[in-house]
């Protein structure tokens, strides 16, 4: 009856890879990347679709791979974290995504898990409205919990990357007595992918 | 982490072998639509299947439009996002458009569907559980076994339906069409009010069976002076299923008497729950006057005694009560805004 652990043959989309895969019919994304193509920057946080931790962009959209079936992921365009610096440098970017460059340099994170979907939320809301404000900003990362930094650093770290993708000056952030930000030009470049 | 159990995978492209393939399975087939609920409950076994039949192919489900008559016609595979951001359901259902830009998270909302959200299974702090964890508890009326771990000797599963969308079409009367294979008996096809979809047994809160495909949802014509509104209460702002949800609908005449009015609340057991008594105060108060003022006073308290939390989802059960008559408030200021 059951064609139990049959696998079946995907043709899939990932971070502009076409990639051939033969997995299980009830694997979901999220196993698919990380257990079958190595790909271990999305994270397995909950598995249950309450954490955001495993999030990655299909057709440009924040969804949750957790809850994705491998095979439902076929004929889609899949991004995960480690495609972000890739496409920024394809699109003529040098360095580190501006996202990732400000997460960097905010610090906007401790250990590190909710990272890779919180990254991607916010590329994804800056591929949409280049100059989201506060609100849209929380709402877009909303479905990415982040159990360490309070998210005041995270939020601050994409507006950091907005400021300096429309050229204005930067806001002081809220943990600092000067602006470290003021005096520095195009620091996406200069810090590049060795941050 | 959590795995999925083993099962046969499908990607039909018409309603109709999707709806043979369910059948065939005999009662251990499940449709799959955006995956946010099924999947989760899949993943703890209190749903269990043998084929899962991915709906993601057939365009048939899918779409909004604007029917003839200006009421909605929605396939039920329309994303949520896309029900919450369309300008024809803000205009013409405008608690639907709110109550479904409420449900869960982001991603959420770009993965679920109005289907999936109004089928969606009810919940309890005792049943969204792995199945290691009901295992050592004891299992409940919900699946697998005799007790109640809600009502002490509760006979019936009280787990709450947690479908922000249902109030909302419940106050905007929808109806639902259904499809299942045919047999020697009839089309498979039937057409549900939307009152008729939900009986009281958490268990399996509807009068449908699992075989039965949602294929079309339809929203009547509004008048031109329907307000419509919906509010929630939950821990977080984002992700959370609903400790409470209530939509409200006021029609209003030229001069802003109210002729109509339906409150509709949702998290209390497991069927939504009109609260009729409530909402007929409303009638012949007049928006911006004294007489509506003394009406909501009315509406508030009727509504607190007619609605039960019971302690089976998070947040203190009579604190949720104590919220019921300010979830109503602010479910009729949104309509009226």
């Known amino acids: ?195 | 982490m959590l795995r999925l159990p083993q099962f046969t995978l499908e990607r039909p492209t018409t309603i109709e072998e999707a709806i043979q393939l369910v059948a065939d399975a005999n009662g251990r087939g499940r449709f799959l639509a955006g995956g946010t609920d099924l999947i989760p409950n899949l993943k703890h076994e209190f749903i269990e299947a043998d084929v899962v039949v991915a709906l993601g192919g057939i365009e048939a489900l899918r779409g909004i439009e604007v029917t003839a008559e200006g009421g909605l016609s929605i396939g039920p595979l329309t994303s949520l996002v896309d029900i919450a951001e369309s300008a024809d359901v803000q205009r013409i259902a405008p608690a639907l458009a709110q109550a479904v830009g409420t449900i869960a998270g982001p991603q959420h909302r770009q993965m679920g569907t109005i289907g999936g959200n109004v089928m969606l299974d009810t919940r309890c702090q005792w049943i969204n559980q792995s199945h290691f964890w009901r295992s050592s508890l004891g299992f409940c009326l919900k699946k697998d076994g005799s007790a109640c771990h809600v009502v002490e000797g509760g006979k019936r599963c009280v787990a709450a339906a947690s479908n922000d969308s249902a109030p909302a079409l419940a106050t905007l009367a929808a109806t639902l069409d259904f499809q299942k294979a045919p047999t020697e008996y009839g089309n498979g096809k039937r057409t549900l009010a939307f009152d008729e979809l939900f009986k009281a047994d958490g268990a399996w809160n509807k009068k449908v069976s699992a075989d039965e495909l949602l294929t079309r949802i339809h929203i009547p014509a509004t008048p031109v002076g329907h307000k419509g509104g919906y509010a929630k209460l939950r821990m977080r702002g984002s992700i959370d299923f609903p400790l409470l949800g209530v939509a409200a609908r006021l029609d209003v005449d030229g001069e802003g008497v109210i002729e109509h009015a339906d409150i509709v609340v949702i998290a209390l057991q497991a069927r939504p729950l009109r609260v009729r008594k409530a909402s007929a105060l409303l009638v012949g108060a007049k928006l911006g006057a004294a007489s509506y003022d003394d009406a909501l006073a009315a509406v508030m308290v009727a509504a607190y005694e007619q609605c039960h939390p019971l302690p089976n989802i998070p947040g203190d059960h009579e604190w949720r009560q104590e919220m019921v008559p300010i979830y109503v408030k602010r479910a009729l200021a949104a309509a009226i805004a």
């Open chain 1, 1 to 195: 009856m059951l064609a139990m652990s049959t696998p079946i043959s995907l043709e899939l989309s990932i971070n502009d890879d076409r990639v051939r895969a033969s997995v299980p019919a009830h694997w979901t994304l999220l196993e698919l990347l990380r257990y079958e193509l190595g790909l271990t920057g999305t994270k397995q946080g909950c598995d249950k679709g309450d954490c955001g931790a495993c999030t990655v962009l299909i057709d440009g959209k924040p969804q949750l791979s957790c809850l994705i079936l491998a095979a439902n992921a076929e004929g889609k365009k899949v991004q995960t974290i480690e495609g972000l610096q890739p496409a920024h440098r394809k699109a003529g970017g040098v360095g580190l995504d501006p996202v990732q460059d400000a997460f960097d340099r905010c610090g906007a994170l401790q250990c590190g898990f909710c990272q890779s979907g919180m990254m991607l939320s916010a590329r994804a809301l800056l591929n949409e409205n280049p100059t989201p404000d506060r609100t849209e900003i929380r709402q877009a990362l909303s479905g990415n919990l982040c159990r360490c930094t309070g998210y005041t650093q995270i939020v601050q770290a994409v507006e950091l990357a907005i400021a300096e993708s429309t050229g204005a000056e930067p806001e002081s952030p809220s943990w600092s007595d000067g602006n470290p930000w003021k005096s520095t030009t195009s620091l996406s470049g200069k810090n590049g992918g060795d941050a």
